[in-house]
């Protein structure tokens, strides 16, 4: 059963986005928040960033703070069982197919007062495919406003070309919009009250900014395509035979037969020397599009 109308679903093909309000019920998002909970804990322990958990620039032992819980589908219950739902599965399959296979999760956290910024960037820019059915959706843990930091779209450029992402002749996961023909006028923010889904096509340019507010801004994202979209050679994603591959299957059938689609595509290589983070490798940017917090030591 489709739990998208025809309105919402013509949408998202023509801007590349969707905004769906309380689709997530409390007490999914309760669950959600007393996980997060466990996972600051574990921060306030730690003094650099590992490969669970990704610490603000500004991080202390005094005062952690905490950017991103890396793959918490791997290291939560909550997390992996909503993804397997019609929470979350219903509105993929419905833009995208019933063959639906994982590439990635991440809860972003933009707390109160310092939250980072994520630059202008596009999905596909990091791990080209096959075609382009790649998707996210973001859970909104917490109510996203304007001025919380939340996503920001813009929309139709998920039909255009794949933008530069690299500065100085390396990858650097991010481009400027004014640099690319994209008027800022056009920008939308995604907001709306905690329990929303915004999904966004992989070819979209979309960034987010800091967030200075007094409350957090919290979204776990799961990227997902076409079970058919297999990726490029020289793109970031990393997966251990097809048997690996397969056990990414989130619904449906898998294959070995790629679907090929002519549209753009632009390899995410030299990679630059930084731990796999768009945080990071987003700092190889020499011109930023949002301001920045400077870390304890600045």
């Given at each position: 059963?489709?739990?998208l109308?025809?309105?919402?679903k013509?949408?998202?093909?023509e801007?590349g ?21 466990r ?11 590992n ?23 791997t ?12 929470h ?9 197919g ?10 972003n ?19 080209p ?18 001025e ?16 530069d ?34 999904i ?16 957090a ?36 059938a898998?294959?070995?037969t ?6 753009p ?11 796999i ?18 870390s304890?030591?600045?």
């Amino acid at each position: 059963m489709e739990c998208l109308s025809p309105e919402q679903k013509a949408h998202y093909e023509e801007h590349g986005y969707l905004l769906v309000e309380n689709r997530i019920p409390d007490e999914w998002l309760t669950k959600i928040r007393d996980e997060i909970a466990r996972f600051e804990a574990e921060a306030a322990t730690m003094t650099e960033s590992n490969d669970r958990l990704d610490l603000e620039d500004s991080h202390s032992a005094d005062d952690p703070r905490l950017r991103r819980i890396k793959l918490p589908h791997t290291i939560s219950d909550v997390v992996r069982e909503l993804m397997y739902s019609d929470h979350v599965l219903a509105p993929a399959r419905d833009l995208i197919g019933p063959n639906l296979r994982l590439h990635t999760t991440k809860l972003n956290m933009k707390s109160a007062g310092y939250g980072a910024a994520v630059e202008w960037h596009q999905d596909y820019a990091f791990y080209p495919h096959t075609n382009d059915d790649i998707l996210a959706i973001g859970i909104c843990i917490d109510d996203m406003a304007e001025e919380n930091g939340p996503l920001m779209v813009f929309p139709g450029s998920h039909k255009g070309p794949v933008f530069d992402h690299h500065a100085e002749g390396v990858f650097a996961g991010a481009m400027l919009p004014e640099d690319n023909g994209l008027d800022m006028a056009d920008a939308v923010k995604l907001t709306g009250p905690a329990g929303s889904i915004s999904i966004h096509h992989g070819r979209i340019v979309h960034g987010s900014a800091l967030n200075t507010s007094d409350r957090a801004r919290r979204i776990l994202f799961y990227e997902m395509m076409a079970a058919d979209a297999f990726p490029i050679m020289g793109s970031m994603t990393k997966w251990d035979g097809i048997a690996d591959y397969d056990a990414r299957m989130l619904c449906g059938a898998p294959t070995l037969t790629p679907r090929l689609k002519d549209i753009p595509i632009r390899i995410p290589q030299p990679q630059p020397d930084v731990p796999i983070s768009i945080y990071e490798i987003q700092k190889g940017l020499k011109t930023r599009a949002f301001d920045t917090i400077p870390s304890k030591e600045n």
